[in-house]
């Protein structure tokens, strides 16, 4: 029951759900019940209209169900078969590197179920947005928005647009808060005011420590459109070098338009006492941002739920303090976090290090039923072969397209995958390898898209030692 009801609430999301629904052993990557099923039906393609013959067709082929049948638990991963199916890809390719971690959790009982080094802190590129979206969802709930403010003085002579820490903050939000603000004003017969945009919710530097870079906007907590230059909503792009200031100039030119003229331009500054609020607008709930932080690698969003963690927890909202508070957080839900540090939310920080376990053991929290707040970071991972990240790294043939669901990290010489797979035998299972020193960065990605797709494709009993069913 524990194990059906998880893999359904992940599987049932996914576009791989009709694939896991189906029934039938492995055979080279498809299952043999739904290809016969298919050369049964006498068809040629386009739709048939004719009137069914009276004589009934020939039953399907029978063959055991993907997902164990509602109150049959399903038997748990054995280690020794796990461990023959990757044991050998992993210590002989070596595309992966000089250096390779790995965990497999059966998520069902928490039980790592295959390890090599899984211990062993590493650097994970953004498989760290499992553990920022995870401590963001346990510190904030998934229903969680955050807010974007207009402040005015009583008299309505000053304006102050206030940062709430957004960074999807968007053209139809910034008019909705234009809106809003240019009515009071006129209400108050105020037809020219002077403008100031807040954005002190945040500390420390706003830039990355890697730099200017089209992966990374600075950090602030005012920013439109994660400060992109080129109209796009996710990878790289061109950014602005000042994403607050051009959110104000952008409020007060929307203003403008609405009658109200600013004094001069738009000043940093911080909201004035006696200010009260006059509009406000709110971003997608968390659980929506979790998603598209993952899918997506979205190195912005995950700054700002990192900085939210810490806002949550006490700590300033800086690059450290956002790092202590996910520390935090996890250590609450007793993971695996020795030799772990937190430098950024995004991955994008070399000096971050997570271990296989530690990741592996995320996702299997992130399925726990008694932690329902937790789903969106299961339901976020990019699916292979068909969204996000992962989109164009599996091939239809391949046992793993449509049924691994996983978060991709890549730095130079760092490559790694974190996700859930549910296996031939239907259990569901967490993974996480971590790879470090290849130079080849497509080979080593196939590399760990081969591993997650033998868990796919494993009934991985100890007795056969193999991966696939035959």
């Known amino acids: 029951m524990w194990q059906l009801a998880t893999g359904a609430a992940v599987v049932g999301l996914s576009l791989s759900a009709g694939t896991v629904a189906a029934a039938g052993p492995w055979d080279s990557g498809q299952r043999k019940a739904e290809r016969e099923w298919a050369a049964s039906q006498d068809r040629t393609g386009g739709a048939h209209h004719d009137t069914p013959a009276r004589d009934a067709p020939a039953p399907a082929p029978s063959a055991a169900g993907v997902l164990a049948a509602l109150g049959a638990p399903v038997p748990p991963a054995a280690k020794s078969g796990v461990a023959d199916a990757l044991g050998p890809l992993l210590r002989d390719d070596p595309t992966l590197g000089t250096v390779r971690t790995a965990s497999v959790i059966d998520t069902a009982t928490g039980t790592q179920v295959y390890g090599r080094g899984a211990r062993d802190p590493m650097t994970p590129a953004s498989t760290i947005k499992i553990a920022t979206t995870l401590a963001a969802l346990s510190a904030l709930g998934p229903d969680h928005r955050i807010a974007t403010t207009v402040t005015a003085v009583p008299d309505g002579k000053r304006v102050t647009l206030v940062g709430g820490g957004d960074p999807t903050l968007g053209r139809a939000g910034l008019r909705a808060l234009a809106d809003d603000t240019a009515r009071v004003l006129k209400d108050r017969g105020v037809g020219e005011a002077e403008i100031s945009y807040d954005t002190t919710l945040y500390s420390g530097p706003e830039l990355h420590p890697i730099g200017p870079n089209e992966n990374i906007s600075p950090v ?251």
Not at 270 to 278: D, H, I, L, N, S
Not at 326 to 353: H, I, Q, T
Not at 394 to 418: C, D, F, H, I, W
Request: net charge positive.
């Open 220 to 470: 602030s907590a005012l920013m439109l459109d994660e400060g992109r230059l080129d109209g796009s909503h996710s990878g790289p792009a061109p950014r602005t070098g000042d994403p607050a200031g051009d959110a104000a100039r952008a409020f007060a030119e929307l203003l403008r338009e609405r009658g109200i003229k600013a004094k001069g331009d738009p000043a940093r500054g911080k909201t004035p006492k006696g200010a009260e609020p006059v509009a406000k607008t709110f971003s997608e709930p968390l659980s929506a941002l979790v998603e598209r932080a993952l899918t997506h690698s979205d190195n912005d969003i995950a700054e700002a739920l990192a900085r939210h963690t810490a806002l949550s927890s006490g700590q300033p909202a800086s690059f450290e303090g956002a790092g202590r508070a996910v520390e935090s957080r996890l250590r609450k839900l007793e993971l695996p976090l020795s030799g772990a540090r937190f430098a950024d939310g995004s991955g994008l920080d070399r000096a971050g290090r997570v271990s296989a376990a530690l990741l592996a053991q995320l996702l299997a929290r992130a399925t726990d039923p008694a932690r329902p707040g937790l789903r969106p970071v299961l339901t976020g991972l990019p699916v292979a072969g068909f969204s996000g990240t992962l989109k164009s790294r599996y091939r239809e043939e391949s046992p793993g397209t449509g049924m691994v669901r996983a978060k991709t990290g890549t730095l130079t010489g760092v490559n790694t995958l974190a996700g859930t797979v549910v296996d031939a035998d239907g259990r569901l299972l967490s993974f996480a390898f971590l790879s470090s020193g290849a130079t080849t960065p497509a080979a080593a990605q196939s590399a760990l898209d081969r591993l997650a797709s033998t868990i796919a494709n494993c009934g991985c009993a100890p007795s056969e030692g193999r991966p696939g069913r035959k």
